[in-house]
C-alpha cells in the first residue's frame, strides 16, 4: 500500500475535526508563506543578562513564535530586565542547571563572568544544547580543554561571540584577504603583527584594573552572592567585585587583556594560519610582583611561536611611547598597514589567483547543518590561551616556556599551577 505525505497543516486539520474540535490555529503556528512555524525556529536560553547578556535577548514578538524562552541570572534586577526585554513567551529562572532541564530549548547563550564560562558551556552540551558563548572561552587553559572535550563527546555546536575573523571588526574587515596574503608567502618569513594602541587597538588595561584592599559591604538583597562566586574563591562582598567591573579581579577574568585579549587575537591566529598552535615563548614588561588578588598594569607582551611569528602588544597605558613608523603585519619581504596600504604596494593585487581560504559558517548555519562554526571550540580555545599565557608572563614577571601540543608550561611549575586554577567545592570539571 503506497503512503501519501500530508503536510502538518493538513494533519493539524484532520486531527482537530476527527475529535470534534473546532478552534481558530494561531497562523504562525500552521507556517506558510510569510510565516516561520515554530519546528524551524532556534530557540533561545541566555544565562546572564546583565551587561553583554542583554544583547543575547532576542525579544519574543507577537503572532510569531518565541525565539528567548529563559533567561538567568543570580542578580535578581539582572533577571527583571532580561524578561522585560524577552517579553511574552520567556520564563526567569536564578539557577542555571533549571534552565537546562527544559527540553524546548535548542541553543544557550553564556553571558556570565568568565569564572563560569566552561562549567556552565560543559553542562550545557551534557544536556544536548548548542552554545554560543561569550569571551574568552575560559577563565583557565584546563578548563577549556574540559569545555572542548564535552562539546565533541556529546556531538555539540560551540561558538565564541567573537566574530573579527568574519571581518565585521573595522581593522580585521580584510581577514580573509590577510590570511590569503599570509599563506601566499609575499611578506616573507618570519612575520611580526602588532596588536597595539597605535594600531588603533584599545586594552582598557586602567579601565579594568582591580582595587587592592576593599572594604567588605553587604551583599545587596537582589543578588546570590554564593551562586555569584559559584567555583571561584570565597571573598568578602565589594560592589566592584561584581557586574563588569569584576574584570578587574584573578578570581574571575584577567583585566582589560582578557576583556579585549580574544577579540584582538582569534583573527591574528587565523590570519597567520595557527589555529592549532599556540606560541612557544611569551614574556611581558609590567610592574612587578603583581596583586595576588586585584589585576593591574602592564606594558608589553611578545608571543613568540616556533617559527619565529610573532605577536607584538603593547597597551599604550603604561611605559615608554610606541615607536612610530611599523605597520599591523610586517615581515623580511613586505608590510600591511591598517588602511590596507602595502609596501612595496600592489600586493593584494598578486592575490587575485590565490584560492580563498575555507568558508567560516556562522553559528545559526552550524547548527542547522551540524557543522562546526568559524569560532569553534578548538580555534577559541586556542586564541583564548593566548591571553592566558599572556596574563602568565605579567603574573610572574618571567618568561613563559609553553609547549603548545601538551599545553603545559615548561621548566616552571609555579606558572604550571596557572594552567589548572582550582575551583570551590562542590562545583568541579
Request: charged residues 20%.
Amino acid at each position: 500500500m503506497s503512503r501519501q505525505r500530508i503536510s502538518r497543516r493538513q494533519f493539524l486539520g484532520t486531527t482537530l475535526k476527527a475529535a470534534g474540535v473546532f478552534t481558530i490555529v494561531p497562523r504562525h503556528v500552521l507556517g506558510g508563506p510569510g510565516y516561520t512555524p515554530p519546528s524551524e525556529v532556534l530557540t533561545r536560553a541566555v544565562i546572564g543578562t546583565g551587561g553583554m547578556g542583554l544583547n543575547h535577548v532576542e525579544p519574543n514578538v507577537e503572532g510569531k513564535p518565541p525565539i528567548t524562552l529563559a533567561v538567568c541570572d543570580v542578580d535578581q534586577k539582572h533577571l527583571a530586565a532580561g524578561l522585560e526585554k524577552a517579553g511574552p513567551g520567556c520564563t526567569g529562572f536564578s539557577d542555571f542547571r533549571r534552565v537546562l532541564e527544559r527540553g524546548d530549548i535548542d541553543t544557550v547563550h553564556i553571558a556570565t563572568p568568565p569564572h563560569w564560562h566552561a562549567l556552565i558551556g560543559i553542562a550545557a552540551a551534557q544536556a544536548g544544547k548548542d552554545i554560543l558563548g561569550e569571551k574568552p572561552v575560559s577563565r583557565s587553559i584546563r578548563e577549556g580543554r574540559a569545555l572542548i572535550e564535552a562539546i565533541h563527546r556529546y556531538g555539540r555546536v560551540f561558538q565564541v561571540n567573537t566574530h573579527f575573523r568574519f571581518g565585521t571588526y573595522y581593522r580585521f574587515g580584510a581577514a580573509k584577504l590577510l590570511r590569503k596574503l599570509v599563506a601566499s608567502g609575499l611578506l616573507g618569513s618570519p612575520l611580526t603583527v602588532r596588536v597595539t594602541r597605535g594600531q588603533g587597538f584599545n586594552w582598557k588595561v586602567k579601565e579594568w584594573s582591580g582595587r587592592p584592599n576593599l572594604t567588605p559591604e553587604a551583599v545587596p538583597a537582589e543578588l546570590d552572592y554564593d551562586m555569584w562566586l559559584g567555583p571561584a574563591p570565597t571573598r568578602p562582598y565589594h560592589p566592584h567585585r561584581v557586574h563588569q567591573s569584576f574584570r578587574g579581579y584573578w578570581d574571575y577574568d584577567g583585566g582589560g587583556l582578557s576583556d579585549m585579549g580574544q577579540h584582538y587575537l582569534d583573527p591574528v591566529q587565523y590570519i597567520l594560519g595557527k589555529d592549532d598552535t599556540g606560541p612557544v615563548e611569551i614574556s611581558a614588561v609590567a610592574p612587578w610582583p603583581t596583586h595576588p588578588d586585584a589585576v593591574g598594569m602592564w606594558d608589553t607582551v611578545t608571543l613568540k611561536y616556533a617559527d619565529g611569528d610573532t605577536i607584538l602588544l603593547k597597551s599604550g597605558e603604561c611605559g615608554p611611547p610606541e615607536e612610530p613608523g611599523h605597520g599591523f603585519i610586517e615581515g623580511p619581504r613586505g608590510r600591511v598597514y591598517d588602511n590596507y596600504r602595502t609596501e612595496p604596494a600592489g600586493l593584494f593585487d598578486q592575490l587575485r589567483y590565490v584560492p580563498d581560504p575555507p568558508p567560516l559558517l556562522d553559528f545559526e548555519t552550524a547548527v542547522r547543518t551540524r557543522q562546526q562554526p568559524g569560532g569553534n571550540i578548538d580555534v577559541a580555545h586556542r586564541s583564548c590561551s593566548l591571553v592566558n599565557l599572556a596574563n602568565f608572563a605579567i603574573r610572574t614577571g618571567r618568561t613563559i616556556h609553553w609547549d603548545p601540543a601538551q599545553q603545559v608550561v615548561v621548566g616552571d611549575e609555579q606558572a604550571n599551577r596557572l594552567v589548572d586554577v582550582p575551583l570551590r567545592a562542590p562545583w568541579h570539571l
